[in-house]
């Protein structure tokens, strides 16, 4: 009678441990997912609010205000016109301000917003191009320098590379460089934490084919 | 045994919770549908978004009274309680939030240069690429409507307003100099680079009572607040050259530029009309420095040199007869240093020191003439955010004038000097009634030492959201400015020149067009007359002198209908006629025309990599004097007419080369006629046309920048 009493206890209390910890996991994975699967703008309104409102319980974290803020970017992707794509961006913005106040020195945030600026400078290019350009530039060269082994910096330096070689008609030599860097750090496999930042490697191989067919001919 | 089935049953049930469905609609309160709202349950993940329809649905653990949220960007966050498990659907009704970036902004008399705010009409690379004004700020704001070209001088002249009328703010600190030395006829350019700034407001009229002592209008120009790369700059110009240097760090930044412009080899090139005996030159050197503190406060100071000078042969202005030296030597420095910070929620302060040096050695009809002019502006300024709708402003002011003005003669030496404290104090609030209405009203008052006279100054605007896309807006104001120097060296007592403006502006903008139109109505009062002239003396001086400048104005900007092409239209129409100075009855004063028309130009070709611009302008004939004949101001000249060419070749990123040619057709414009002071043998006075310095001006340029490569390391260990 005693062992069963015991592994009862213990099998509710498994049950209660389950339920307290996994929570803010859970809750991140179902987002994260919802994020990866989202096609359209009221999909990814869904994941971002979800990832609100997880910020909002949990004052501590930074990466729900990060996912948030990187839903936003990818939505304004989806945007059309300068006034959308800019409310957007602004409201990842202001998600991204709430991130660096908790976590000032994490460099994917530095990052984020470095993306964030690069995709308000492709909103309106030859209005924005010259005064934006060098903050995008300070950003990422910061993030980079914060973290040198992080492949969405090369990613995201390369993706700005390509988009500057292709107005002024250089070589991509330096972005393909950029991008082989990064792909070689993905390959390098992610931490095992499952919620941090991860994303950006089929993006990087969608580049890497660019160069490389660039290379054949 | 069956105990235990039975302990078991309930552990499980405690695991198996109910699971309770809340769901309703989300609309705002003219029943439309609020899609995206986020929905959910206080300190729980539970929630969802509203979909297309406004509608949500989702299941929670949790019972008992809860409190549901509700919130949407725009509108104010709505918490309810609810009792779980729900029983009825609910309606939440969100009500807008008032943002005053959504609110309508005053446009009347206003133009505006940025890089940051919303729905500009111009950003600073457009003032630096406008064909015919080489880079030159008031060269290209006199493509704006409400200017009027008075090319000999290269001055702002801004709707029947006199060039002094126009003054020069930087970071809201006054320029006093804002122009490079120059002599009478000579044009000018503005001492400060397009590039130095992120925005520039130009004002037609009707601007803001924290600025005072310009009759006509205001030009606040905003510098950079952040450098963000450690460069080198290198220019190479048919002109001379400069280079300069920026350093980055995590707080500071700091720029150094130094420049040498000699005009000498192009005129040797390049005919010109005067002749010259040292072509004009300068050496010219300015820092930037901008200190960050903490989050919200940056010290900003910015220091100018330079040393000019020109020698070249003029005609007598007794006779016309003989060729004498003209000779001028510039000595300028000016000093600016700014802050600003974020006190709290609410306060925020600015304060600031400017000052101004400048030093002219003038040789002029073998009169050798002295002038020195220094000033210290002082501003403390304070804006209290009340909440969305409301904000005001208040500032004190000082400036410490000193001026001096020797002149060595044949016969005599005369020193004149004036030493004048001008204190002011200003007040205003803006205010956001609602999306549609906007108003802004303040007040001013100015105090002169030397003149010991008080002027209050008011001023109201507002600004009504016609349209999703256009609006309609009103200024008023009364301006009040000391009288210039040469007027209070004879008298120091006399009273501040002033002018009111009624303004009234209608705009209709979309992404990429603007349509603007502007009426306007001056009236001017004690206006500085005298009798006599410079000759013979001035005397009875007093501030008897009225006029009136009306008129309209229209802006047409379209970046739209022709692919990669930017074009703008401008007309001004201008009525004005005064009664000042030494004139013997109201006549229509000779900087003024009726009509001013420009239309610029700009177009990118991609496969080129080239900009190319191009600017076509058009004044009408201007009044002067001719003392052969009866009547004053009575004669006209020919109207002037200027197409000038530019091109901006981005060869690389980081490598411009740059062309300009300015009155390409080589038109001959005459600004006007200066006569001999004295009449000659026949009794008749002698006449010289004023005309440009040569039929075109043509300049070639090379501009670098090598920038610090950050990726450069990372790139050396692949």
Not at chain 1, 29 to 52: T, Y
Not at chain 1, 106 to 131: F, H
Not at chain 1, 133 to 161: C, D, H, I, T, W
Not at chain 2, 144 to 165: A, D, N, Q, W
Request: charged content about 20%; aromatic content about 12%.
């Amino acid at each position: 009678m005693k062992t069963i009493y015991l592994s009862i206890i213990s099998l509710f209390t498994c049950f209660t441990l389950m339920a307290g910890n996994g929570a803010y996991e859970k809750a991140m994975q179902k987002n994260l997912e919802a994020m990866a699967h989202a096609q359209d703008k009221q999909a990814m309104l869904e994941a971002a609010n979800g990832f609100e409102r997880i910020a909002n319980n949990e004052p501590e974290e930074w990466l729900p205000l990060y996912y948030a803020a990187l839903t936003y970017i990818n939505m304004s992707f989806f945007e059309t016109g300068v006034e959308a794509k800019d409310a957007a961006l602004n409201k990842a913005s202001s998600f991204i301000d709430r991130a660096s106040f908790i976590a000032p020195e994490e460099s994917e945030i530095v990052l984020l917003e470095g993306y964030q600026t690069m995709m308000l400078l492709s909103a309106d290019p030859g209005n924005r191009g010259q005064s934006l350009s060098p903050k995008v530039m300070q950003l990422f060269g910061k993030a980079m320098q914060m973290n040198p082994e992080n492949p969405r910096a090369y990613y995201l330096m390369a993706q700005m590379e390509f988009g500057t070689a292709q107005f002024f008609g250089n070589g991509t030599e330096k972005a393909c460089a950029l991008v082989n860097k990064s792909l070689e750090l993905f390959g390098k496999g992610t931490s095992e934490n499952t919620i941090s930042p991860s994303w950006g490697e089929e993006n990087a191989n969608k580049l890497g084919q660019e160069c490389s067919s660039e290379q054949k001919q | 045994m069956n105990k235990f089935y039975l302990l078991l049953l309930t552990f499980i049930a405690f695991d198996l919770q109910a699971q309770n469905s809340i769901s309703g609609k989300v609309i705002d309160p003219s029943g439309q549908a609020i899609p995206g709202a986020n929905v959910y349950i206080q300190n729980t993940y539970e929630g969802t978004s509203s979909l297309v329809d406004g509608s949500f649905s989702f299941t929670t653990e949790e019972t008992g009274p809860q409190i549901l949220i509700v919130s949407f960007i725009g509108y104010v966050e709505q918490q309810q309680v609810i009792e779980l498990p729900a029983t009825e659907s609910l309606i939440v009704t969100l009500e807008e939030q008032f943002s005053r970036m959504e609110g309508v902004t005053i446009t009347a008399g206003a133009f505006e240069a940025s890089d940051e705010k919303k729905g500009v009409l111009l950003r600073p690379l457009d003032i630096a690429t406008t064909a015919g004004a080489t880079a030159d700020i008031s060269g290209a704001l006199n493509t704006l409507p409400g200017t009027t070209k008075v090319g000999e001088t290269g001055r702002l002249f801004v709707r029947g307003g006199e060039g002094h009328e126009t003054q020069t703010f930087i970071d809201g600190l006054w320029v006093q100099n804002a122009y490079n030395a120059t002599v009478d006829n000579l044009p000018s350019r503005n001492r400060f680079s397009p590039f130095m700034f992120k925005g520039t407001l130009f004002s037609t009229g009707g601007y803001s009572a924290e600025y005072s002592q310009a009759l006509s209008s205001t030009l606040v120009l905003n510098t950079i607040d952040y450098l963000t790369a450690n460069q080198t700059d290198f220019s190479i110009m048919t002109v001379g050259g400069s280079i300069a240097h920026t350093a980055v760090g995590d707080k500071h930044a700091i720029t150094g530029e130094l420049g040498y412009i000699n005009l000498q080899p192009y005129f040797s090139l390049i005919k010109q009309n005067d002749q010259w005996e040292k072509a004009p030159q300068s050496l010219n050197g300015s820092l930037v420095y901008r200190y960050k503190i903490k989050k919200t406060g940056l010290l900003k100071v910015y220091v100018s040199a330079s040393h000019g000078s020109l020698d070249l042969f003029r005609k007598d202005s007794q006779t016309l007869t003989k060729k004498l030296p003209l000779k001028v030597e510039n000595l300028y420095a000016y000093v600016n240093v700014s802050y600003r910070n974020l006190l709290s929620d609410k306060w925020s302060v600015f304060a600031g020191m400017s000052y101004n040096f400048s030093k002219d050695d003038l040789v002029a009809d073998r009169e050798k003439i002295a002038a020195q002019e220094r000033g210290i502006h002082l501003k403390n300024t304070w804006t209290y955010d009340w909440n969305e709708r409301l904000a005001i402003r208040m500032g004190y002011e000082s400036f410490i004038k000193k001026s001096q003005f020797d002149v060595v003669s044949q016969e005599e030496f005369n020193t004149k000097i004036i030493d004048d404290v001008l204190t002011g104090a200003f007040t205003e609030a803006d205010i956001y009634l609602s999306k549609k209405i906007t108003a802004r009203a303040g007040l001013r008052v100015d105090y002169s030492s030397l003149q010991g006279e008080v002027a209050p100054a008011p001023r109201l605007s507002v600004a009504y959201k016609t349209g999703e896309k256009s609006q309609v807006s009103f200024a008023y104001g009364q301006f009040a400015q000391q009288p210039q120097s040469d007027w209070l060296f004879e008298k120091s007592d006399l009273d501040f020149e002033s002018s009111d403006h009624y303004i009234l502006n209608y705009q209709w903008s979309s992404n990429d067009r603007t349509l603007r139109g502007e009426l306007y109505q001056k009236e001017y009062n004690n206006l500085v007359k005298y009798e006599g002239d410079f000759i013979n003396g001035i005397s009875s001086l007093n501030n008897a002198g009225n006029g009136y400048a009306r008129g309209f104005d229209l802006f047409w900007r379209d970046r739209k209908s022709i692919k990669n092409a930017d074009y703008w239209f401008s007309y001004s129409f201008l009525d004005t006629k005064r009664q000042y100075l030494n004139y013997p009855k109201e006549a229509v004063p000779s900087f003024a025309s009726a009509h001013n028309i420009s239309l610029v130009y700009k177009h990118f070709v991609s496969s080129l990599k080239t900009q190319f611009g191009a600017t076509v302008s058009y004044t009408s004939p201007r009044p002067f004097h001719n003392p052969n004949k009866k009547g004053f101001n009575d004669e006209r000249t020919q109207s002037f007419t200027d197409l000038s060419i530019n091109a901006a070749f981005l060869y690389r990123q980081n490598i411009i080369f740059y062309a300009s040619a300015t009155n390409l057709l080589g038109t001959e414009n005459i600004y006007g006629y200066r006569y001999a002071k004295e009449p000659n043998s026949n009794g008749n006075f002698n006449s010289e046309a004023i005309q440009q310095g040569a039929p075109r001006f043509l300049f070639l340029g090379i501009f670098i920048t090598l920038a610090k490569d950050k990726t450069k390391n990372q790139l050396d260990n692949l």
